[in-house]
């Protein structure tokens, strides 16, 4: 079955470094997403990306997130200055519908990120 | 505001039947989504409903009342395995996923 894949699995860095989270999302899927989740509270949307660009953002993807599609397989989300309050597990998606209603999202097994 | 409420915790009995109840208000509505999480996973797709009325897969079926604002996710015949969060999650008029914090299942023997 096809799957979306994130490395690394687990980064630690320390407060101001910049982190870069990838994926790879299932190859003939269109819409990519970005989600985090600190432990033990909710999923929280960053941001959507069709067709090379940032569809959708939500409040926490502020000046300090970016992403990118570098070329035709992954898609990457970049932190410049990490924060404490940056520790969080960061879920890739991908769907083959964006604007659809059963937009069914593939999770990838995320990357936990903690900043020291 | 847009807002997605369901339980914080439940405990049922291994061979039980458990309904995971889930009430919404959000702008529009284009579906609802029941993902499965396990501790430390991605969540992975149960259901979808934009109907009105019951979907039924294997042991797990899913409810729908959009006049109501309510969904229940039902699973019978428990196993240890099903010992998981489950999220509930509204499509809003902008095509939107809005989650809920999840219901954390404790499956007991």
């Known amino acids: 079955e096809p799957e979306v894949t994130q490395t690394p699995s687990h980064q630690v860095t320390q407060m101001g470094q910049e982190v870069i989270l990838r994926c790879v999302p299932i190859s003939n899927h269109l819409y990519f997403y970005w989600y985090r989740q600190i432990l033990g509270q909710k999923v929280e949307f960053l941001v959507s990306f069709y067709n090379n660009e940032i569809s959708e953002k939500s409040e926490i993807f502020d000046d300090q997130f970016s992403v990118e599609r570098p070329d035709g397989s992954n898609f990457t989300l970049k932190i410049r200055s990490t924060k404490l309050e940056d520790s969080a597990m960061y879920f890739c998606?991908?769907?083959?519908?964006?604007?659809?209603?059963?937009?069914?999202?593939?999770f990838g097994a995320g990357s936990r990120l903690t900043v020291l | 505001g847009q807002n997605i409420d369901q339980p914080t915790e439940m405990t049922a009995t291994e061979g039980a039947i458990v309904q995971i109840n889930c009430t919404y208000q959000t702008s529009g509505f284009n579906g609802l989504f029941w993902y499965q999480q396990h501790a430390g996973e991605a969540p992975t797709f149960l259901s979808y409903?934009?109907l009105d009325g019951l979907e039924e897969k294997g042991r797990f079926s899913s409810f729908l009342s959009r006049s109501k604002g309510y969904s229940y996710l039902l699973l019978k015949e428990l196993q240890m395995k099903d010992s998981a969060s489950y999220l509930c999650?509204?499509?809003?008029?902008?095509?939107?996923?809005?989650w809920g914090a999840g219901t954390k299942l404790i499956i007991k023997p």
């Open positions: 409903n934009v």
């Open positions: 998606a991908s769907s083959e519908a964006g604007h659809s209603g059963a937009n069914v999202l593939t």
């Open positions: 999650a509204v499509m809003d008029s902008n095509y939107q996923l809005i």
